[in-house]
């Protein structure tokens, strides 16, 4: 039977239980993550802590490492969703707060990319997601100095306990970062 012959509660139960596949394995390696190095999980691990098939994780993803990136590309476009894009030609200090905070929350992440050594990795799909709909030279390259910039003042700020409020943080890099924009 051809998907567009599939009855729609049907196709919509499939996409609930893809969506519900994908979360459960991107969970799954999250926690993993916490108890194991990269190079120890296995698929087998991670389908088998997710209650999946190997062939539900393969309809998904290639490797691990692609889980990684779905949880890194998800992470930055709700950044996006919620704050809208820190290149807008008006970006306050809130915006900076804003991810702050986001940052805050999230720091378990951040901490298993830091554990991990992912840094590299993490700033090459960030990379990749700021600069896919740019077009000149210029733009792309002031958009990869931020990116590495926030990140690198990120990380540092997790790094070291975040003592320095998400109000603190955010005026500092509004301060310096702003004139890059």
Same mark, same amino acid.
């Given at each position: 039977m051809t998907q567009r012959h599939i009855p729609t509660e049907l196709k919509k139960r499939n996409d609930e239980l893809n969506n519900l596949t994908v979360e459960s394995v991107s969970q799954a390696f999250m926690f993993l993550m916490k108890t194991k190095a990269y190079e120890k999980i296995t698929i087998t691990d991670i389908c088998k802590k997710a209650g999946v098939s190997r062939n539900a994780f393969y309809k998904n @993803?290639?490797?691990?490492? %692609?889980?990684? #990136?779905?949880?890194?590309?998800?992470? %930055? $476009?709700?950044?996006? /969703? $919620?704050? &809208?894009?820190?290149?807008?030609? /008006?970006? &306050?200090?809130?915006? *900076?707060?804003?991810?702050?905070?986001?940052?805050?929350? *999230?720091?378990? +992440? @951040?901490?298993?990319?830091? #554990? =991990? !050594?992912?840094?590299?990795? @993490?700033?090459? *799909?960030? !990379?990749? +997601?700021?600069?896919?709909?740019?077009?000149?030279?210029?733009? #792309?390259?002031? /958009?990869?100095?931020? !990116? &590495? =910039?926030?990140? %690198?003042?990120?990380?540092e700020w997790i790094r070291n306990g975040m003592l320095e409020t998400a109000e603190e943080m955010a005026t500092l890099c509004y301060e310096k970062l702003s004139p890059m924009m």
């Amino acid at each position: 039977m051809t998907q567009r012959h599939i009855p729609t509660e049907l196709k919509k139960r499939n996409d609930e239980l893809n969506n519900l596949t994908v979360e459960s394995v991107s969970q799954a390696f999250m926690f993993l993550m916490k108890t194991k190095a990269y190079e120890k999980i296995t698929i087998t691990d991670i389908c088998k802590k997710a209650g999946v098939s190997r062939n539900a994780f393969y309809k998904n @993803f290639k490797t691990k490492e %692609n889980v990684f #990136k779905r949880i890194v590309l998800e992470f %930055n $476009k709700e950044i996006f /969703r $919620k704050f &809208g894009s820190p290149f807008r030609k /008006r970006v &306050g200090v809130e915006w *900076y707060i804003n991810f702050f905070r986001i940052v805050k929350e *999230y720091e378990s +992440l @951040f901490l298993l990319i830091i #554990k =991990a !050594n992912f840094r590299s990795m @993490f700033l090459d *799909y960030v !990379n990749s +997601l700021l600069t896919l709909d740019q077009e000149s030279s210029t733009q #792309k390259l002031t /958009r990869l100095m931020w !990116n &590495g =910039a926030i990140q %690198n003042i990120t990380v540092e700020w997790i790094r070291n306990g975040m003592l320095e409020t998400a109000e603190e943080m955010a005026t500092l890099c509004y301060e310096k970062l702003s004139p890059m924009m």
